[in-house]
């Protein structure tokens, strides 16, 4: 420890498990035994479909979820011991926004503030600082009530920097945004990165992913199935290009053999191949060739999209 | 106080200061409904006297009530019932709908619980601001009272303190339900019509147990409300009220206890909900 360069863990998990009894007696089986290990200063994303298990990681990140085994260490110190702690150093950005609808946008942000015993002059100050940093400044005064999905979203990131924390949760901080928002809150994500706090997202858009993350991994059915940066997992798992060739739906299949063998990998979806080549449009030519007519064909490059095809055999988003 | 923590993950020290950010919270969302609130708490006491007190009254003090009501006028005998039924009110109010919205609708509490505060902390502060609400609710009441000249004595002001006692041991308990109910299904609704309200009607309030059959009198004894009516009316008329000392500190006792129960119930509960 201490040596210049070594950067301390932030997050390390070793076989971290969680599982919830429900009614009736059964087990859920939310998180089943993952490794983790992050640095100070890392944007890391646990990237997986709904039910992978994200969730439930990122609430025993965050001290409000006792592990059910397995070892956690966050910012070096156990949570079911120094919860409290450990809790006043961490920024929240819930699933779902939990907001005072009925207050107004800064007198959520000066209540927060209070919970982490700010002084009440320091709660407004620090609030008008925030409005700020959030483009919410005009709409200091209103209610909550009042305010768009993306905003509400961006007053829950602004609430969560209330006590300058180390390290900032965001569980699916832009799903159910239109693409503007998104890119809005990406750009105050970025920022946030640059100024050295450590983020950990969890999201099911690779685009998201691939914008905002050093580091992450592919979380499914409540285990870890990769990890690696965005461009090592392409790499890893998929081809430089993929030929995307559109057909009516149904009609795929018949052209499934004919490309069999021109390519390393063929994914079929309803109304697509996949195939997964280092050369997109030599493969298109060889395909022309063999007297495939799709309705559209498209050169891509690979995203972890298709990194998650391989890894699961399925979509990202159903 | 020795704080027995079960939750692991609430086990380290205390956040000093938790339990009263919550509360200052909760009082600032109070003021967007105070003026309301507050009109409500003069204006209810002034329509009850008005047609119980004084209408009613006065056919009661005429006819053959004065004497079952060991002479005292029907007006001084109801008042303290009324203040403490309007105590109840005030906290079953509190802690119902806008508690259990905290957790289901708003999960409010959910965002409270990411910041050290933890759980019972909330508790404490939710049942807290549930006590200034009804406090202030009492002190209104207690005032009209006297304008009417139906406060009694110079220990009259006792009444607010039995009264708040009687509406937290109560509360203290719907938030302890708050806390498991995971729809709310009408479940509010049995509670006012088939617990709240019964227990207003026959719990010594409007007339004395005693002219209750012999066999459903125990739905009395278990009424928190004839336990702080009890106190109160002792508070108000002194001996007049015909409650001999060794009850008083009976009455005192079951209603500390339904709070001390319901205050480490709703604490666990709290912790369950919030941390799991
Ligand atoms: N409090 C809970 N009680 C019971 N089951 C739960 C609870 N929270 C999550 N689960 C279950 O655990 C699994 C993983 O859920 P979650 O962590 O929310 O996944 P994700 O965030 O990746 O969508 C799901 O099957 C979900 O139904
Ligand atoms: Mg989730």
Redesign the pocket.
């Known amino acids: 420890m201490g040596r210049p360069g070594d950067r301390p863990s932030v997050i390390t998990a070793r076989g971290l498990r969680k599982s ?1 009894e ?1 009614k009736g007696g059964a087990t ?1 089986e ?1 998180v089943r035994g993952i490794d983790l290990e992050v640095p100070a200063g890392q944007a890391f994303g646990f990237l ?10 990122m609430r025993m990140i965050a001290c409000v979820s006792p592990r059910t085994s397995g070892e956690l260490r966050i910012l070096g110190r156990d949570p079911a011991v120094d919860g409290v702690a450990i809790r006043a150093r961490l920024g929240v950005v819930p ?1 779902q926004d939990n907001l005072d609808e009925e207050l107004s946008v800064r007198e959520n942000l000066f209540v927060y503030g209070r919970y982490f015993g700010l002084p009440r002059a320091r709660c407004w100050q620090r609030a008008d600082e925030l409005l700020e940093f959030a483009q919410l400044t005009e709409k200091s005064g209103a209610k909550v009530e009042n305010l768009s999905g993306g905003m509400k979203r961006r007053l829950t990131i602004a609430r969560s920097l209330m006590n300058e924390p180390e390290v900032l949760l965001l ?1 699916e901080p832009t799903t159910g945004l239109d693409p503007q928002a998104r890119h809005v809150l990406w750009d105050r994500l970025f920022r946030l990165k640059q100024q050295g706090v450590t983020l950990i997202l ?1 999201t099911h858009y690779m685009d998201e992913a691939e914008q905002l993350c050093d580091r992450l991994v592919v ?1 499914d059915g ?1 285990v870890l199935v990769a990890e690696g940066s965005p461009a090592e997992l392409i790499a890893g798992y998929s081809t430089r290009e993929v030929l995307e060739l559109r057909f009516v739906p149904g009609e795929q299949t018949a052209a499934e053999p004919l490309v069999a063998g021109l390519v390393e990998r063929v994914e079929t979806l309803p109304d697509r191949l996949l195939l997964y080549t280092p050369d997109g449009d030599r493969t298109l030519a060889e395909v022309t060739e063999r007297g495939v007519r799709p309705v559209s064909a498209l050169v891509r490059r690979s995203t972890l999209e298709d990194v998650f095809l391989h890894l699961t055999g399925r979509s990202l988003v159903d | 106080m020795t704080v027995h923590d079960t939750s692991p993950a609430t086990a380290a020290s205390r956040w000093p200061g938790g339990t009263r950010a919550v509360v200052e919270y909760l009082v600032l969302g109070w003021r967007r409904y105070l003026v309301s609130s507050l009109s409500e708490a003069v204006g209810a006491p002034l329509l009850y006297l008005l047609a119980l007190g004084l209408g009613l009254g006065a056919l009661v003090d005429r006819g053959s009530g004065g004497g079952a009501l060991g002479g005292v006028g029907y007006l001084d005998y109801i008042a303290p019932a009324l203040l403490t039924a309007a105590a109840l009110q005030v906290g079953v109010g509190e802690s119902a709908y806008p508690a259990y919205s905290r957790f289901k609708w708003t999960r409010v509490f959910l965002g409270i619980s990411a910041t050290p505060v933890s759980p019972r902390q909330i508790a404490d502060g939710q049942l807290l601001f549930v006590a200034l609400r009804v406090v202030t609710g009492a002190v209104l009441y207690y005032l009209v009272l006297l304008a009417f000249g139906a406060a009694g004595g110079g220990w009259g002001p006792l009444m607010v303190v039995s009264g708040t006692l009687t509406a937290c041991g109560c509360a203290a308990w719907i938030l302890a339900l708050d806390s498991v109910l995971t729809s709310e299904g009408g479940v509010f609704n049995v509670l006012f019509r088939f617990v709240i309200v019964p227990m207003t009607l026959f719990s010594g309030s409007f007339f004395p147990v005693d002219r209750i059959p012999a066999a459903l009198r125990w739905v009395a004894w278990v009424s928190p409300l004839w336990h702080g009516n009890e106190l109160a009316r002792t508070a108000a008329l002194g001996g007049a009220a015909g409650v001999p000392a060794a009850r008083l500190l009976l009455h005192a006792v079951v209603l500390l206890a339904l709070l001390g129960t319901g205050v480490a119930v709703a604490r666990r509960g709290f912790d369950r909900r919030l941390l ?1």
């Open positions: 919830f429900v859920v939310a997986g479909p709904n039910g992978a298990g994200k969730s439930s990681t699933q569980d969890t979380m409540g | 799991r």
